[in-house]
């Protein structure tokens, strides 16, 4: 059973910076695709990057140049350091694994994020 874990939100004022982690379990972590996503009140949940097994990544434009996605498959563990934080940045991240055997979609339960003017 697939299980995702996120960790590391927070409240933080604007400008300032917060590292998200993401542990994954029970999946071959290195082989899947692997991304954040998150969702602020009444709105849709969007992407806000992703990273796939080969290392490619894929940001929402909203965030290019302040955060950055990574991934240890030695430890199946994905990172999102997220600097300049500005309040529309405020909502909860969801860990997202798309897994390569299955295609089978897992979510995290999801961290908050609060940016602070």
């Known amino acids: 059973q697939v299980q995702l874990v996120e960790s590391g939100g927070g409240l933080v004022q604007a400008g300032g910076s917060l590292r998200l982690s993401c542990a994954a379990s029970?999946?071959?972590?290195?082989?899947?695709?692997v991304g954040w996503y998150r969702q602020a009140p009444g709105k849709q949940r969007e992407l806000v990057a992703t990273?796939?097994?080969?290392?490619?990544?894929n940001y929402a434009d909203s965030v290019k140049g302040r955060f950055t996605i990574s991934r240890d498959n030695a430890k199946n563990t994905l990172t999102l350091q997220m600097n300049s934080l500005q309040p529309e940045d405020t909502a909860v991240y969801y860990c997202?694994?798309?897994?390569?055997?299955?295609?089978?979609?897992?979510w995290g339960r999801g961290t908050q994020v609060t940016v602070s003017s």
């Open positions: 997202n694994l798309v897994a390569f055997t299955s295609r089978n979609t897992y």
């Open positions: 029970g999946t071959i972590f290195s082989i899947d695709t």
């Open positions: 990273i796939s097994s080969g290392g490619r990544t």
